[in-house]
């Protein structure tokens, strides 16, 4: 057991490293990414639940419409599952993510006095993740978006892409979960890199580490990753 727990050490130290180097490449590479302007709390669950399985365009249509229809979270909240629906069809699965974003908003309000989550802000990184995942349709991703980028939370999101790119790269177990690379990540990563490692990772994957046709001859990481590195002995 001993052995089996210092091997589990040395792999992560091992994976530390090159995570640190993974993330100086990409900086090297893209530089200091800028997200979008942050959204507050509530704005951001919501818009981060319509963008589930469909791409940012058709979230912020989706985003879009709900608002102009229901100007106010209490409207949306006492709306019609319908009216929901029909507002925020663009983003696909309008059924679910429709059932989901009302039954949010009326959870929160028979907690809370008022429609919002600005009091997260004053609770523990643990107590707002905990918080977050009580709600249907909210998952690991979802709840790191959330306190990341609009609560200043410390947490790095793990979507598709980052979990393609850490996998091939091989900076995380290849049979770890997504749920636990998540916390993984947040492991290898220092807290003030995630804003920045997460939005750098995603572009990556979007523009050379593709899920089908990955770019390899034209990417930064080509000089330790582990997928290359097979490819070439293949």
């Keep these: 057991?001993?052995?089996?727990?210092?091997?589990?050490?040395?792999?992560?130290?091992?994976?530390?490293?090159?995570?640190?180097?993974?993330?100086?490449?990409?900086?090297?590479?893209?530089?200091?990414?800028?997200?979008?302007?942050?959204?507050?709390?509530?704005?951001?669950?919501v818009s981060t639940i319509l963008s589930q399985n469909t791409n940012d365009h058709n979230r912020d249509i989706a985003f879009d419409r709900l608002r102009a229809a229901f100007p106010t979270w209490e409207e949306v909240r006492d709306a019609e599952v319908e009216q929901i629906i029909d507002?925020?069809?663009?983003?696909?699965?309008?059924n679910q993510k429709g059932?989901?974003?009302?039954?949010?908003?009326?959870?929160?309000?028979?907690?809370?006095?008022?429609?919002?989550l600005d009091f997260l802000a004053d609770l523990d990184r643990e107590e707002v993740r905990t918080y977050l995942l009580q709600f249907k349709g909210v998952g690991m991703k979802t709840a790191a978006i959330v306190m990341q980028f609009s609560l200043a939370i410390p947490a790095?999101?793990?979507?598709?892409?980052?979990y393609r790119v850490t996998g091939r790269f091989g900076i995380r177990p290849a049979a770890m979960s997504?749920?636990?690379?998540?916390?993984?990540?947040?492991?290898?990563?220092?807290?003030?890199?995630?804003?920045?490692?997460?939005?750098?990772?995603?572009?990556?994957?979007?523009e050379i580490c593709q899920a089908r046709k990955p770019h390899c001859e034209s990417c930064p990481l080509q000089a330790k990753c582990d997928y290359l590195l097979k490819r070439s002995e293949e």
């Design 87 to 94: 507002a925020i069809r663009p983003a696909g699965l309008g």
């Design 1 to 45: 057991m001993g052995k089996m727990k210092k091997d589990s050490a040395q792999l992560f130290e091992q994976d530390k490293k090159r995570a640190q180097w993974l993330f100086q490449a990409l900086m090297a590479q893209y530089g200091t990414p800028t997200w979008r302007t942050p959204l507050p709390a509530l704005d951001e669950l």
């Design 99 to 116: 059932k989901r974003i009302k039954a949010v908003l009326q959870d929160i309000s028979a907690k809370h006095a008022a429609l919002n």
């Design 178 to 206: 997504v749920e636990e690379c998540h916390y993984y990540m947040e492991r290898l990563f220092s807290s003030d890199q995630y804003y920045a490692g997460h939005l750098n990772i995603i572009r990556l994957g979007r």
């Design 156 to 162: 790095f999101p793990v979507d598709t892409h980052i």
